[in-house]
């Protein structure tokens, strides 16, 4: 997989361990998503997160934002805009709760990825440089703002039903998975 954030070429022992049961415990609670393709490969991962207090301060109204972190697309869903896709589905998650802003923050350091958020319509914020932090590139999105308005990911219940909601809109609830069609699904079912 290959992770947007980067990654250091220098670990300290158990950094790895320590990820994996931060990431699972994410999924469990309902903070993570998995987007799993056929065979059960993961394609994507991405989270949400409180706000990182390190960058973002009272003035940047933190209560108005979806904090995305962990945006991660395998190799092998290259060429499909996934990472685009699960933005937007972030987007339309943000808005569906009420909030005016997608953020993210990213290593100052990791200008193509700043060029990546930027085509998808993420405004550069400010740059913090905290000396115990290497991501410090703060940049956010208007909730409900779409990249791809044409290619939305289509979210539901793994069995299929999707409730009285329209399935274009509704929110899982922990693990999703896509179907054949690319649509993404919930082992738990949705929340409004």
């Known amino acids: 997989m290959v992770a947007h954030q980067g990654h250091s070429s220098v670990e300290r022992p158990g950094d790895r361990e320590r990820a994996i049961a931060k990431w699972r415990g994410s999924i469990d609670d309902g903070r993570a998503w998995v987007v799993v393709g056929e065979r059960d490969r993961v394609l994507a991962t991405l989270s949400r997160g409180s706000v990182d207090r390190d960058f973002w301060t009272d003035d940047d109204r933190p209560e108005s934002a979806l904090y995305l972190y962990k945006l991660i697309v395998s190799r092998e869903a290259s060429g ?16 569906l709760e009420g909030r005016s802003w997608v953020r993210i923050d990213t290593w100052r350091t990791n200008t193509e990825l700043h060029a990546y958020y930027e085509r998808l319509g993420f405004k550069h914020v400010r740059t913090e440089a905290p000396p115990h932090r290497r991501p410090g590139w703060l940049a956010q999105r208007r909730a409900g703002e779409l990249a791809l308005p044409h290619a939305l990911l289509s979210v539901g219940s793994i069995d299929g039903r999707h409730g009285d909601a329209d399935p274009r809109v ?9 179907q054949n069609n690319g649509d993404l699904t919930s082992e738990k079912g949705t929340t409004p």
């Open 170 to 178: 509704e929110v899982p609830s922990q693990r999703a998975e896509t």
């Open 80 to 95: 499909r805009q996934l990472g685009t896709r699960l933005i937007d589905w972030v987007s339309r998650l943000a808005e």
